[in-house]
């Protein structure tokens, strides 16, 4: 039974004599971490960023004022250990985390990372921090080799029409990283969060210093539905603390049982058993079909999340996330010489089970930018009132519903990017 374990959307080709911004969308999925669950959510936000036909059932396109908009690139990868694909036990193997410290000093991968990662399913969430962390440098690095050819190749059709001085310039712009834009969901707006606190450091340290290597420029975060804080607080995360107590073993029996289950059912079966009982469209009741039938799933989901329990308490992030909108705690604008600071936006839910009312209000309140007050460095926290559930992704509706809140907030971040190069200029 099969599950992308990838989701790319590429994008669009540039337009010829033009020099437009370039993003990378990045998508961290929550637990279960299967990317196939946010298929319809990429290609509907994928449409609407680049002005093309939406891809359910309306043909309509955007329009942009603008000479040359930026264009958005959008990538999604499972979590390591929900690889739905049969046999691989991780997307982040040690010889791999091995290299990538070595080539990477500052990407936050140390022995013990390349040692779990080298190791059998579950990994643990810092791990995860770390395995995605070295993804989304990779697919950077990715990029920018794929555009140093297609400079090349612009170079050598230029010089055999006699105009190589004028490709120059679009050389030097293929040499560029492209604007970071995070979006986490869940517990993926945890890791999200996490990494915009390492690169937001690591970019202070840069200003500082010319040995510490400066991070790809991140434009924004945007966190959806996200469980940053007290976890255990929330309604099930309170009855997964109760059956870990009772059960310590959960993660193991839950995983032999699904194991047995998948062995003695054929996959249509397993399939229309899910959509009974959960009442998922087909597309994602076939995506938790091979989530319980993939080799590590169930104990990766419940075995992370033991650990989410654990480690997902206290807010104690500093100024490198909440002040990261450009200020202090107190609201004092603080410019440092770092690059500019990610823009942050949140999206949470009203009777969220995995968020906790009087954490979201909590945290609503001490972070949150207040109406009526000079504090554009504080971020966007929003709370759905229409009843959009946690796990959205899982419907066509709700997923559409929130590419569009989504694709909301990148207009807002790609102005304000826009604006500070205006103002460095």
Same mark, same amino acid.
């Given at each position: 039974?099969? +599950? $992308?374990?990838i989701?790319h959307?590429? +994008?669009?080709p540039? &337009?010829? /004599? ?16 299967? %990317? ?6 990429? +290609?509907?936000?994928h449409?609407r960023?680049n ?9 309509s ?8 908009p930026?264009s958005f690139?959008?990538?999604g ?5 929900f ?8 997307? !982040?193997?040690?010889?791999?985390a091995?290299?990538a ?6 990407? /936050? ?7 779990a ?5 579950? !990994? ?9 962390e070295?993804?989304?440098?990779d697919q950077v690095r990715g990029?920018?080799e794929?555009?140093r050819?297609?400079a090349r190749?612009?170079a @050598? ?7 190589a001085?004028?490709?120059k310039e ?7 990283d ?6 986490g969901h869940?517990? /993926?707006a ?6 915009t ?13 010319s ?14 539905f996200p ?12 009855r997964?603390?109760?059956?870990y107590a009772?059960l310590?073993?959960?993660?193991s ?6 194991a047995?289950l998948t062995?003695?059912?054929p996959?249509? %079966?397993?399939?229309f058993?899910?959509?009974a009982?959960t &009442?998922?469209p ?7 079909a091979? !989530?319980?039938?993939?080799r #590590?799933?169930?104990?990766? @989901?419940? /075995?992370m999340?033991?650990?989410e329990l654990?480690e997902?308490?206290?807010d104690? #992030?500093?100024? =490198?996330?909440?002040?990261? @909108?450009g200020g202090e705690?107190?609201g004092?604008a603080? =410019? =440092?010489?770092a690059?500019? $600071?990610a823009r942050l936006?949140f999206?949470f ?19 949150? &930018?207040?109406?009526?007050?000079d504090?554009a460095?504080?971020p ?5 009132e ?5 796990? !959205?992704c899982t419907?066509?509706d709700?997923s559409?519903?929130?590419a569009?809140?989504v ?8 102005e304000?990017v826009?604006g500070?190069?205006?103002?460095? +200029?």
């Amino acid at each position: 039974m099969h +599950a $992308p374990t990838i989701i790319h959307h590429p +994008a669009p080709p540039r &337009r010829p /004599g033009g020099s437009q911004p370039r993003y990378l969308v990045f998508l961290i999925t929550g637990n279960p971490g299967l %990317v196939g669950y946010y298929a319809p959510f990429l +290609a509907h936000l994928h449409a609407r960023l680049n002005n093309l036909p939406l891809p359910y059932g309306d043909t309509s396109t955007n329009t942009s004022s603008t000479d040359a908009p930026p264009s958005f690139e959008l990538f999604g990868r499972s979590l390591s250990g929900f690889e739905a694909t049969g046999a691989e036990p991780g997307a !982040f193997p040690a010889a791999t985390a091995t290299a990538a410290a070595a080539a990477v000093p500052d990407s /936050g991968v140390n022995a013990a990372t390349a040692a779990a990662f080298g190791s059998a399913p579950p !990994f643990s969430l810092r791990a995860q921090i770390a395995g995605v962390e070295w993804v989304l440098r990779d697919q950077v690095r990715g990029m920018r080799e794929q555009w140093r050819e297609e400079a090349r190749e612009a170079a @050598a059709a230029a010089a055999q029409r006699g105009v190589a001085g004028e490709e120059k310039e679009k050389e030097e712009d293929q040499d560029q990283d492209p604007q970071i834009i995070l979006i986490g969901h869940s517990v /993926g707006a945890y890791i999200a969060l996490e990494i915009t606190r390492r690169w937001r450091l690591l970019a202070r340290l840069h200003s500082s210093s010319s040995t510490t290597t400066a991070p790809p420029p991140l434009a924004g975060t945007i966190a959806l539905f996200p469980t940053i804080a007290h976890i255990a607080a929330s309604p099930s995360g309170q009855r997964l603390s109760t059956l870990y107590a009772l059960l310590p073993p959960l993660a193991s029996i839950a995983h032999a049982l699904a194991a047995l289950l998948t062995a003695l059912l054929p996959a249509t %079966v397993l399939v229309f058993l899910v959509r009974a009982a959960t &009442r998922m469209p087909p597309a994602a009741a076939a995506t938790t079909a091979a !989530f319980l039938a993939s080799r #590590w799933g169930v104990l990766q @989901a419940l /075995g992370m999340a033991r650990d989410e329990l654990r480690e997902i308490g206290e807010d104690e #992030w500093g100024r =490198d996330v909440w002040g990261a @909108a450009g200020g202090e705690a107190d609201g004092e604008a603080k =410019d =440092d010489g770092a690059e500019p $600071p990610a823009r942050l936006f949140f999206l949470f839910g009203r009777g969220d089970h995995w968020v906790a009312d009087s954490t979201r209000d909590e945290l609503v309140e001490a972070r949150g &930018r207040r109406a009526g007050r000079d504090e554009a460095w504080r971020p966007v926290m929003e709370v759905d009132e229409t009843g959009i559930p946690h796990g !959205f992704c899982t419907e066509l509706d709700t997923s559409i519903a929130v590419a569009e809140k989504v694709k909301h907030y990148i207009d807002e971040i790609v102005e304000d990017v826009s604006g500070a190069g205006l103002r460095r +200029a």
